[in-house]
Every structure is written in structure tokens, then in C-alpha cells.
RNA sequence: CGGGGCAUGGCUCAGUUUGGCAGAGCACCUGCCUUGGGAGCAGGGGGUCGCAGGUUCAAAUCCUGUUGCUCCGACCA
């Protein structure tokens, strides 16, 4: 490929709307434009890269057992209300309709389409285990999107479904695609972390998102530099913390006047804050008021709680009106005196509390001495492990301390159990003859976030350093001056050589200047360059640069290849 | 959804307060010159100032409405 046809526009300058290093640089670099909030083209460059990881990802899938298929984007809107989750899923999918009114959506994931695909096709336990996988658009209405690709409307995803007999198949496919997504990750050159992922609604089974390290990331991760847990902050478990034991004190309502944080009341008071308890009020879909509580220093886990109490689906702040007509106060609530039907949800180390001050359920009003275990009606209140953990905590497994990161999710796997197979009546003959759900699990990786992840993980203040397996380019050889006929003779015999021997290059022959196209290629990122000049004329020897480091090498002219290649490798 | 901000040539923005010829830099085209890190000179093309109404002799500028984008918060791959 010749650059004088490439179609590449790099900019000097950024759009205003991109914040993101990755997102200003593929907008730099001539990789994506965007046509809608959330919604972009790729161009040769970034496509290129798509591509390169989307290959690797097809080898992987491949080497597993996996088949390529390709299904609709375009769902009917009857396979989603088998599942019951046409109701579920809320603003965030794309929904249309024909000219018949027939109620369609842009497919946001698949399980439905591919359960429905096979459920009258595969029959017998024979045919198991299959795994089936696409890459394929997305579509997800996002509040809001931004980042560029990294949080997009519209989306390229790898998503493989496997099908099993029973739960020991779903394990080992589960763990199949697990070291497959390792491999991935690898070959792609990133530095990543496979972490214990909650699965949300689906619930049961296992799940592990693969996240990629970066400050700049939007999830939370916290992980042990002594074992090797790793878990997002949604899911991290926490050991309960006991408090040392104390002598009851009787329990007793104070006045404190306007101390309606829990700042102002353990300074009112004089208390340390560890022996206070917190309250957040939620309210679920159905109106439903869940009240959870903490330790004072603590923070509540919405998701955890949201796992704790059955029947709810999504969580929101709670309404004032909400935690009067309960009988509380807010600012001043306790699980002492709630009027029943709130839902209350007790974190496991605010049981172990003694002697501690929390709400009184009217305002201006706390109590002291509150002793959990005692002053709690147990048989009304849900205990579990409902904090949201922060660094230092005791790692799960080991103890010792966690730490805390930012990653950008890039692919997830999970089991799905019998979920959707059940909904969409989805079932084969075992080796009994007796019919059976199938044992599913899914499969995701988003290529442009991968990608998005890739440059925010490897860039420097020129530009894009890519790594050669997914680099639009592997190698670039530049002429100085194109208008030299000696020079561009020489750099197009270097670049067919490169050609020739396999290696994904690209000749710079564009008449512009040496600083635009050397600016040019550290945007871009091509892991090699081959600078073509007067003084590489003379000698007659081949000079490269490694963008990575910015190593300048100098061949003989007959070694260049070998050396090229064996470089290449390290890159 | 709540709260801010923005919308002027391909990109970054000035001009709006106080109404009076639509501007700059970069990019683009032509020519000259130049070619080891985004050169220089000369000439040139390109904008119904987001859209729709209104006020006015006159609107990018003031008023009303509307759409899009964007940032912060609550949500998610």
C-alpha cells in the first residue's frame, strides 16, 4: 500500500469533545470520525486494526471449537418477550417498528436470537457440547455515551454462546473460552486482568470480566499483590469486621439537633465514626422501600444489596415522601421502629457492633447504645455482606490488603445456566431419552474497545504506539524526499522486500516534507519505520526506528530483512 | 432524567456584552522555493453564523421556540 493512496487524514489539532487520550488520538490519527453521539465510522486505518484483532479473536475462538456464524441485528420483538426481558431492558434498547407496526429491535446481545436458533435443531445430547460465536454490530441506547468507542451506541462485539448437556460441560466450556480470552488479550499486546465479575440479573454461576489496566478506565478493581484475587468493586466480597466485645449498655434516644450526617453526628456526640450506622434509602421499580445499613466510614455496594433482596431488579434513590410513610426520618433512620414492609438490609459487620449510635426514626433524634444482635428484630431484617470495598480492605482469600485500580472492561465470560433456554423452551433427549434444558454461557469482547483500550494503554505525546499484532501497519518505509527518484527507487525495493517476505508494510511516498511524515507515522504508530535519505543513499546501509522506544538502528543492506522480522517479533 | 456549557468554512476558535461589510490560525487549491522532525513567499476557493419564528431601517449579535452536541451527577459492555 502505497501512503500517496491511503486514505488516512491525520489532524494537528483534536475536536473539543474528546477528552480521552485514546479517543483524541484515534481522532488524530485518521482512525474513526464520528457520524452521531455514540456512533462512529471506521477508516482504513482504524478498520485495519479492527480487523487485525477480530482475526486473532477468530483463531482463538476457532482453535476452541468454536463455529463463525452470523445473525440478525434486526430482532422481533415476540423473542424478547419470551424471555420477559422485552419489558426488562428499558430505554437502553433501540426498539422500531415496520410499516406494519410489527415491534422490532436493534439486537443489543443475542442470547435470545441464537437460543431460538437452535432450540428446534439441536435435539440430542449427541450434538453437544456447540459453541457458536459472531462478530457483529451492537446496540445500546447509553445515557450516555462518550469516550469515543469505548462507551458507544452502536458497537463491534465478539459474543460466543456455548451449549451443554449439563453443568460439568457449561464448566469446562466456561473455562475453554476463559484461557481462550487470555490468549487474546496476550497476543493483542495488552496489559490485563481477568477479575471476578458480579453477572447481575442472570445470577448464579461464574463470571470474569478481562480488563484492561488503565487510570483512565471506568470500572473499579480491587486486587491482592499477595494471591492473585482480583475482583471489580461490585463484586469484591468483604470479611465482616468484629468489633470488640463490649459490656450492653441499655439503649437510649438522644437529642441531636440537625446532625443529620454522619459527620455531624459522631462530632455531636463524640463517638469515633466506626461506631456509628449509616443508612441508604432505595427504592426498587415496584416502589418497594429498602432501607440498607452500614458502618458510618462505610460505603453501601448498590449492587450487592440489589443481590440481597430478592424480587428487585433496579434500585433509585429513595423518594422523601417514600421514607415518611415508612416512619422514618431522613437523616435519622435506624432498622429500630421502621413500620414493617420496608425492606431492610443489614450489612454482616454492623451486626457485630456494640454500643453503637444510629437513627432514631424521627428528626433530630439518634440512639445511643444501639447493640445490633439485640436491639435488631432478626427475623425481619436481611444480613449480608452489602459494602462497597476500598483499598486496605483484607483481601477474601488471603488477607492481606487490597489494593485498588481503574480498568476498561474488554471482554467478559459468564454462565448463563439454564436462564434463557428455559424461557425460550429450549431442550434436547439426554442419554436417557428424558428431554433436558441446555447449560448455556456467554461470551463477549468489544473489538473497537479493545482497540480504544490498546491506545490508551500504549501512546506518548506524539502519538500511538501500537503493538505490531494489531498495528494497521507493521512496518513503514519513508523516502525523505518522494520527489527523489533515487530515494523513492530505494525505499520502493525495501518496501516490495518487506512485501515479499510477508511483512504488513506501507510505503510513505506521499511529496510532503520529512517532519509532516515523520509526525505522521508517530501518530499513526507503526512499530517500525525505514528512513530513507541522502546519508542511507550514500552508505547504502538501511536505518530503521523503533517507535516504541525511539531506537534508532542502522543494517547492512542485506541483513535488513532477517533483522526487520526478528525485530518485529519483539515488538 | 436533573444541573451547567456550547453551536460561526474541514479542524481550533474570535466576533454576541453595547445590533451596522462574516474574521484569524491550521487544513485545502495554484505557482515559486524548500526537503533528516508539522518551512517560506505570492495568489486563490470555501460559511443561508444549528433550525424556525419574531423585534428592527438593519440581526451571528436582541426575544421566543426547537434540534443537536457536550460536561457534571444518578446508570451500564
Not at 477508516?43 to 452470523?70: F, N
Not at 462518550?146 to 465478539?158: C, D, I
Not at 518522494?482 to 520502493?492: G, M, S
Amino acid at each position: 500500500m502505497k501512503a500517496s493512496e491511503l486514505y488516512a487524514p491525520t489532524l494537528r489539532e483534536s475536536p473539543a469533545e474528546a477528552e480521552l487520550t485514546s479517543h483524541k488520538l484515534m481522532f488524530r490519527a485518521g482512525l474513526i470520525r464520528k457520524a452521531a453521539g455514540g456512533i462512529y465510522s471506521y477508516l482504513p486505518l482504524g478498520w485495519r486494526t479492527m480487523k487485525k484483532i477480530m482475526q486473532i479473536i477468530r483463531e482463538e475462538m476457532d482453535a476452541k471449537g468454536g463455529q463463525e456464524i452470523m445473525m440478525p441485528i434486526t430482532q422481533p420483538a415476540e423473542l424478547w418477550r419470551e424471555s420477559g426481558r422485552w419489558a426488562v431492558y428499558g430505554d437502553e434498547m433501540m426498539r422500531m417498528k415496520d410499516r406494519h407496526g410489527r415491534e422490532f429491535c436493534l439486537g443489543p446481545t443475542h442470547e435470545e436470537m441464537i437460543t431460538s436458533l437452535i432450540r428446534n435443531e439441536v435435539r440430542s445430547y449427541k450434538q453437544l457440547p456447540l459453541m457458536l460465536y459472531q462478530i457483529q454490530n451492537k446496540y445500546r441506547d447509553e445515557i450516555r455515551p462518550r469516550f469515543g468507542l469505548m462507551r458507544s451506541r452502536e458497537f463491534v462485539m465478539k459474543d460466543l454462546y456455548s451449549f451443554d448437556k449439563d453443568v460439568d460441560g457449561m464448566n469446562v466450556s466456561y473455562q475453554k473460552m476463559y484461557d481462550a480470552y487470555d490468549r487474546i488479550f496476550t497476543r493483542c499486546g495488552l496489559k490485563f486482568r481477568p477479575v471476578e465479575a458480579d453477572n447481575g440479573a442472570i445470577g448464579g454461576g461464574h463470571s470474569h470480566e478481562f480488563t484492561v489496566l488503565a487510570p483512565s478506565g471506568e470500572s473499579n478493581i480491587a486486587y491482592c499483590e499477595s494471591c492473585d484475587y482480583a475482583a471489580s468493586d461490585e463484586k469484591a466480597e468483604l470479611k465482616v469486621i468484629k468489633a470488640a466485645p463490649e459490656e450492653m449498655k441499655p439503649l437510649e434516644k438522644v437529642e441531636t439537633p440537625n446532625a443529620h450526617t454522619i459527620e455531624l453526628v459522631k462530632d455531636f456526640l463524640n463517638v469515633p465514626i466506626e461506631k456509628t450506622i449509616k443508612a441508604v434509602a432505595f427504592q426498587d421499580d415496584d416502589g418497594r422501600l429498602i432501607l440498607a445499613f452500614v458502618r458510618g466510614d462505610h460505603e453501601v455496594n448498590e449492587i450487592k444489596v440489589l443481590n440481597a433482596v430478592e424480587g428487585a431488579l433496579h434500585l433509585h434513590m429513595a423518594e422523601e415522601s417514600a421514607i415518611s410513610a415508612a416512619g422514618g426520618s431522613a437523616g435519622f433512620m435506624s432498622p429500630i421502629g421502621i413500620k414493617d414492609g420496608t425492606v431492610i438490609v443489614v450489612d454482616s459487620t454492623v451486626m457485630e457492633m456494640y454500643n453503637a449510635v444510629a437513627g432514631a426514626n424521627e428528626p433530630d433524634k439518634h440512639f445511643i447504645n444501639v447493640n445490633p444482635r439485640r436491639d435488631f428484630d432478626e427475623s425481619k431484617i436481611i444480613v449480608a455482606d452489602i459494602r462497597l470495598v476500598r483499598e486496605g480492605d483484607p483481601c477474601p482469600n488471603c488477607g492481606a490488603p487490597l489494593k485498588m485500580t481503574r480498568g476498561i472492561e474488554v471482554g467478559q465470560v459468564f454462565t448463563l445456566g439454564q436462564k434463557y433456554a428455559k424461557a425460550l423452551g429450549a431442550t434436547f433427549l439426554d442419554e436417557n431419552g428424558k428431554e433436558t434444558v441446555f447449560e448455556m454461557g456467554c461470551y463477549g469482547i468489544g473489538v473497537g474497545r479493545t482497540m480504544a483500550a490498546a491506545i490508551e494503554q500504549n501512546n506518548d505525546e506524539n502519538g500511538i504506539i501500537w503493538n505490531r499484532a494489531i498495528a494497521p501497519f507493521e512496518v513503514v518505509v519513508v523516502p525523505i524526499n518522494a520527489k527523489n527518484n533515487d530515494q523513492l527507487e530505494y525505499a520502493t525495493k525495501l518496501y516490495e522486500e518487506l512485501k515479499n517476505a510477508g511483512v504488513d508494510a506501507l510505503l510513505d511516498d506521499r511529496k510532503e516534507r520529512a517532519g509532516v511524515k515523520f509526525n505522521d507515522c508517530d501518530l499513526i504508530g507503526y512499530p517500525i519505520r525505514v528512513t530513507v535519505g541522502p546519508k542511507t543513499l550514500e552508505s547504502g546501509d538501511v536505518e530503521i526506528k523503533i517507535r516504541k522506544s525511539g531506537e534508532v538502528l542502522t543494517f547492512k543492506r542485506e541483513e535488513f530483512l532477517e533483522k526487520i522480522c526478528s525485530k518485529l517479533k519483539e515488538l
